[in-house]
């Protein structure tokens, strides 16, 4: 029976990549340290949540009990080592047939056999007559599966699932229509690691999980300082360009460049252009001046990519605007799963 379950949910690419949506659901970004939610309904955002990762079926579960705006439809938006975004020419096939085409196919653009696999891809643009461009999001089957069936023992069922680079893409797509004319990268630093994408006016084509993550810098303030995590947390967002801790922030973000900078690389070298722009999110981008640090590293326009921009999806006159705007940084995953 979960397997028949699975087959109707592992659908990781919306077709049209953003969609507007008039559902009532709750859109949940499964973080390594965090869980974080948006609530939807009719078509509008009313509700929003961030809670620290233990159990993603238990707290999910709490706030079915603890909020009346809670909805029982869930999405999922997840990141992991076991799951990959890949861009690939690809001969023009019937589109009946594609799938089935990609499966023989998967192991030149996957370290894993594709009977370990669900996948699921979309057909981004006509390259030429006899060729297109093809986003593939994988994930492996046994990690799916495990999530699947926590969620299943608390008697909740996931609608649908993506992943997480498929649903900042889907944000950045949605706030910022302008980007058609830039090559960009959007950087989400994470928790545990980070993810780039890199889109070639409007059009990904590049995704990766980099190393780099905000529990670097926050276990260095938790030794320095003797705090626990959170209280790191609080010194961390309060920095000034004066403080002695500012410096170790900007060190580390040059040692983080040179990785970002292998990536601009890899895009320059093979397009022949450079990027124009680059986008932050994740928590981190809350601190004051960290884009400053980017932009001076990377010689590069940096800006703090805005999940509350104006979109196709905005907030219901009763969501509380004033205490988000200290977490939003936290949401754009979840504000991407939404769309």
Known sequence: MLQKTQNKIIKFVKKNLVKKNSETFTAVNLGNYFTKGIVVKKGQIVDYFIETTKDFSEIIEKLKVDRKTFPKKIRASLKSPACLVRYFPFPKTDRKKLKQALYYQLNKFIPYPPKEVYFDYTVLKEIDSSQNYILLAVAKKDYIDSILDSFKKKGILISEI????????????????????????????????????????????????????????????????????????????????????????????????????????????????????????????????IADIFSENLEMDTEILQPDKAGSLNFSDDFPRKEYQGYKHNLAVSSGLAL
């Open 162 to 289: 993506t992943l997480d680079s498929i649903s900042l893409i889907n944000l950045f797509l949605d706030r910022y229509p302008e980007s058609k004319n830039l090559n960009c990268c959007i950087l989400d630093i994470g928790h545990g690691f980070s993810t780039m994408n890199i889109l070639e006016k409007g059009v990904p084509f590049f995704s990766r999980e980099a190393k780099f993550s905000a529990k670097d810098i926050v276990e260095i303030i938790t030794r320095i300082k003797n705090l626990s995590q959170k209280e790191a947390g609080k010194v961390l967002f309060g920095l000034e360009k004066k403080d002695s801790l500012f410096a170790l922030l900007e060190e580390n973000i040059s040692d983080w460049c040179k990785e970002i900078k292998n990536s601009f690389d890899f895009f320059e070298l093979n397009k022949g252009k450079n990027l124009d722009k680059l986008y932050l999110t994740g928590g981190l981008a809350a601190i004051p001046g």
